[in-house]
């Protein structure tokens, strides 16, 4: 019967999804018919045949997807051999990883461009289908990437909008203090990023100058942030206003002397060294802090207003105490008697 044929659709995955390689996809279709019954429906991969479901529900569990766009069909037979077909297209990313397979080296420079390979979602966020910032470079990313006229040329993120995000297979060589110089560009104020490293905050809501221009290049410097050793993730975040342009990022190894003794950010630390009765900290409004063995492992962190008594827990020692407050990062070296 002509006029009496099945009809099938997808239910998962759904048309445009995305996924990595060694993810297992999801295929499921419901298949019906007014008159008669469903014999099978088959899953394709293009013309390659996956499976052939004779039961219902119809289902497969594909598990050995190639990197690229697959073109997937649900095809439904009925018991005279009428058949209706169903499509979706998804998209199968590698797995996360540095780009080029470089591992970028701390202290050392990071292109922005250079983001990780992974697709969106995955090794980056970003609101907007395709490069719109007009390079030829990356071009089958979403990450909208332009012509950089700086000091250098090369490229850098454009377009960039509010919670979109990038990230960087790094190395630290070996833990301690960093200074961190962030090439940026802006066209307006209130703009900020967020660095994270491994998911922990390393420069929260940085603010961006405003450079009255686009390809008018600032170095925005954070100091003295602590990283731990090995190989991490770097997160960059664009803050709750949209648009910032992005050149590279510059880690270079801090010079810190003394016990901590100079007020930098309205803020102080006593007394150091400290005993079972922990350190005092005071600070004019809101602020976080964070103590740190040498090696960089966190021992203690929170957040406070005005006043906080830390460290009463932790074991005799030498320790790294960072303070962070509207008005930028400050690190002191602590001792713990």
């Given amino acids: 019967d002509l006029g009496n044929v099945p009809f099938v659709s997808f239910t998962t995955p759904a048309p445009k999804s995305t996924t990595v390689v060694g993810t297992p996809v999801s295929l499921a279709a419901t298949a019906t018919i007014a008159v008669g019954s469903i014999s099978s429906v088959k899953f394709y991969d293009g013309t390659t045949l996956l499976t052939t479901d004779n039961n219902a529900p119809y289902t497969y569990s594909w598990t050995n997807a190639t990197a690229g766009i697959h073109l997937l069909k649900a095809v439904a037979i009925d018991n005279v051999g009428n058949t209706s077909t169903d499509t979706l297209s998804i998209k199968v990313n590698v797995a996360q990883g540095p780009y080029l397979g470089k591992v970028w ?16 979602g995955f090794a980056y966020s970003d609101a907007s289908d395709g490069n719109i ?32 995000w990038l ?15 962030l090439r940026i560009a802006c066209n307006g104020d209130g703009r900020t990023i967020d660095l994270a490293m491994d998911g922990t905050s390393i ?13 008018a290049w600032t170095t925005k410097t954070i100091k003295n942030v602590q990283l731990k050793a090995g190989q991490q993730v770097l997160r ?15 880690f270079t190894n801090s010079t810190i002397t003394g016990l901590g003794s100079q007020d930098l950010l309205s803020s102080s630390v006593y007394p150091n060294p400290f005993g079972i009765d922990g350190i005092h900290l005071r600070n004019n409004g809101d602020f976080s802090f964070r103590i740190t063995s040498l090696k960089g492992i966190i021992l203690e962190e929170g957040k ?9 827990e932790i074991p005799a020692g030498v320790y790294f105490l960072t303070i962070e407050n509207e008005k930028g990062i400050t690190v002191h070296k602590i001792v713990k008697i």
């Fill in 105 to 120: 080296p701390i202290p050392g420079t990071i292109q922005f461009e250079n983001y990780d390979v992974g697709g969106n």
């Fill in 133 to 164: 910032g007009g390079a030829v470079f990356r071009t089958d990313e979403d990450v909208d990437i332009e012509n950089c006229t700086d000091a250098g040329n090369g490229y850098n993120i454009g377009f960039a909008t509010a919670g979109e």
């Fill in 167 to 181: 990230e960087y297979t790094v190395n630290v060589a070996s833990a301690g203090l960093y200074d961190i110089d």
């Fill in 203 to 215: 420069g929260g809501s940085v603010a961006v100058p405003n450079t009255a221009g686009w390809q």
């Fill in 236 to 250: 960059l975040t664009v803050g709750s206003t949209d648009y910032v342009n992005l050149n590279y990022v510059v």
């Fill in 304 to 312: 406070a207003s005005g006043t906080k008594n830390v460290g009463k």
